[in-house]
């Protein structure tokens, strides 16, 4: 709460409280013991390696993921880089306690995670891991409104390590998300596609991956691919919110195996994504397979699809996909299991990598092309009921390409092959169909009403391209025509509105309004006049306080009070005790809750403090209407007779109090 006061003047006066509080943290630091010098045979500081900003479960959360040397109590220190003094973080930090455990022989060392929590809005943060006496350099990230529209980049397998050329790969890579966040720095998620590496405990290759400092600084949300899942480096070095790791999630159905696996979902802002392990999609190696996650995304969605605008899948293997692995057996598996769950649930858009090339399908619903009149690479399209949109990356590496393979005579529904007849080049699923070698990303914009998909070049056929630059393909790109930022696709998917007409409106944060006081009018002299003397005993004189007008606009609806205390009457040398005012308030114009405060009597009546000391005008409780009102009271001042003659003035100090 915040007072404010207003002494006697001869002009206006106004006076504002503001709302709401800011809490400010003291730390205090003790080091007991004196000097620098670290005891004889000490041991070296735990080396802190392979951090990554990982996704939360909303955009209040980020996770934090790392290796350690040693098997050592670590945490995350988190600060806003505004509080920072000279690089340094303040006592009283923040900090979040790391969970984890040993690695993998493979692996070596050990895995720590913590969740940031209780984020704000437009916040620049700074964080380091470790421990009071060995922390990892800073890094930052930054949070932006936590409603309404915003923009996130699907990327399609790194997969580094696959051209035989870690480094090549690496600086793919790291120019890809160069590329792309120079581009979109506002961009607030870097969704993956899977396939992080080449092979799954291959450290080396995971360092490569790992290397890019844009990986600290934008939250990465992991998916599992063929080429991760092999191992437990993929679960030791992402944290994932809200997963689940139970036995049918995995490939094997063994979470204690030497493998990884689980399903996990978040939502942010409009959007509830749901990230599932395709990997397990039979039941033949001991895994729930497509069954238990049909019955995880039907769940999840049951449960949480009504908290966002928008329904986003997210797995690596590839359904409706335009390469090499379009054809495979375990492909054709999955698109007859799944897209009929995925049209019934209302999903809006499924994100898929594993085929190195870019697709993005027709509307399809229940397994069939939704609409067949919706042309070849619509710009905008319209789902009715049940139709999906399916998106598959290309590399955003270039450590690996498929070419596009043909269609064949296999059926043009469900799980088959077939051509399209509007455009018999392509599979009968497919809209648009991408490879010319060079590296890209793809850019979603989720927006109140439309979703726009963008597949965007971050390369071109010069280096870095470790598959042309190997001589694995050629390039097909040409780089005046087609440069780095072009777009290859773009796509804009309309909500479905059904029969009758949806109304939509933005409503912004309300201002946080506002409690204050005024004195109503011109804060002139109250002159009580000449006091009545009665036969010596006593003399009194009465008025009316210039009226104070409250008002009230806060969302809070908190309580207020408006209360006033008086100073001893003086004239020269002479005085008398304010305890001698009394009052009786009331409420001259109604509004904000206002009510009248008790009545004070005079100390002549009551030997007691009248308005010696601080008495309530009026209040108002805790949930009240806004408004504004206007209080007055009446001035009742007794004086013993004994007083001498003279021309006396004092002070009212008025406070308001908020919370």
């Known amino acids: 709460m915040r007072p404010s006061t207003s002494a006697q003047a001869p002009g206006p006066v106004r006076r504002r409280v503001a709302t709401g509080a800011t809490a400010v943290f003291l730390g205090l630091a003790m080091a007991l013991g004196s000097g620098s010098a670290s005891p004889a045979g000490a041991a070296e500081p735990a ?113 580094i390590g696959s051209s035989g050329n870690v480094a090549k790969d690496q600086a793919g890579w790291t120019d890809t998300l160069d590329v792309a966040l120079g581009a979109n720095p506002d961009a607030e998620l870097l969704v993956s596609g899977g396939d992080q590496v080449e092979t799954a405990n291959t450290e080396s290759q995971w360092n490569a991956f790992l ?47 030497n493998t990884s696996g689980g399903n996990y979902w978040y939502i942010y802002k409009d959007v509830l994504f749901i990230d599932i392990n395709s990997n397990s999609y039979a039941t033949s190696q001991g895994g729930g397979g497509d069954a238990a996650h ?56 499924v994100l898929q990598g594993h085929d190195h090339a870019y697709s993005r399908s027709y509307l399809i619903k229940n397994g069939a092309k939704a609409d067949k009149d919706e042309k070849p690479a619509a710009a905008d399209v319209y789902p009715g009921p049940g139709g999906v949109l399916y998106i598959t990356a290309n590399s955003a590496s270039g450590s690996k390409y498929y070419d ?47 979703l726009v998909v963008e597949n965007i070049r971050s390369g071109t056929c010069a280096a870095p391209n470790a598959s042309v630059e190997l001589g694995q393909v050629s390039c097909k790109n040409t780089p005046a025509g087609q440069p780095v930022g072009s777009v290859v696709d773009k796509v804009t998917v309309h909500p479905y509105h059904g029969t009758g007409q949806d109304l939509q409106v933005n409503v912004p944060d309300a201002a946080p309004g506002e409690f204050g006081w005024t004195i109503d009018g011109y804060n002139g002299l109250v002159d009580l006049g000449t006091a009545k003397d009665h036969n010596g005993d006593y003399f009194d004189a009465t008025g009316k306080i210039n009226p104070i007008v409250v008002s009230d606009s806060r969302r809070s609806l908190a309580p207020w009070s408006i209360s006033s205390s008086v100073s001893d009457f003086k004239d020269a040398g002479k005085s008398f005790s304010g305890a ?31 308005l010696s000391v601080s008495r309530g005008l009026g209040w108002a409780a805790q949930g009240h209407p806004k408004g504004t009102a206007k209080l007055g009271a009446d001035l009742d001042l007794k004086i013993p007779g004994s007083v001498d003659k003279g021309a006396y003035r004092a002070t009212l100090t008025i406070t308001a109090l908020s919370s």
Do not use: C, M
């Open 211 to 257: 290397a890019p400092d844009k990986l600290r600084q934008y939250p990465w949300a992991a998916t599992i691919g063929n080429h991760d899942v092999g191992g437990k480096a993929y679960e030791q070095h992402f944290s994932t919110p809200n997963t689940d790791r139970s036995g049918p999630l995995y490939s094997n159905g063994d979470p204690a195996s």
């Open 580 to 610: 001698y005012l009394g009052w009786k308030p009331n409420v001259l114009q109604e509004g904000a809750g206002a009510r009248a405060s008790d009545s004070v009597s005079s100390a002549y009546d009551d030997n007691g403090t009248g």
């Open 294 to 349: 049909i019955d995880y995304v039907t769940d999840i969605i049951n449960k949480h699809g009504s908290e966002a605008k928008w329904k986003a899948l997210v797995y690596h293997h590839a359904i409706y996909s335009p390469a090499a692995h379009a054809k495979d057996g375990d492909a054709k598996v999955r698109r007859a299991d799944l897209p009929t769950t995925f049209s019934k649930l209302g999903v809006d858009l």
């Open 47 to 159: 080396a802190l390696t392979g951090i990554v900003l990982g996704v939360g479960a909303n955009e209040t959360q980020r996770t934090v993921t790392w290796y350690s040397s040693q098997d050592s109590a670590q945490k995350v220190q988190l600060v806003p880089t505004a509080q920072l003094v000279k690089g340094e973080f303040p006592a009283g930090t923040a900090t979040f306690d790391a969970l984890g455990g040993a690695n993998i022989a493979t692996s070596g060392g050990f895995n720590r995670r913590a969740t940031l929590t209780g984020l704000k809005e437009h916040t620049a943060y700074s964080y380091r891991v470790g421990t009071e006496d060995n922390w990892s350099p800073a890094y930052s990230f930054r949070t932006q409104d936590f409603k309404g529209d915003y923009d996130f980049l699907f990327l399609g397998d790194p997969q």
């Open 404 to 450: 596009i393979t043909k269609p064949d005579n296999s059926g043009t529904s469900g799980a088959g092959n077939g051509a399209d007849p509007l455009n018999p080049d392509n599979y009968w699923y497919n809209s648009v169909q991408d490879q010319e070698h060079v590296r890209t990303y793809v850019k979603v914009q989720v927006r109140n009403d439309k």
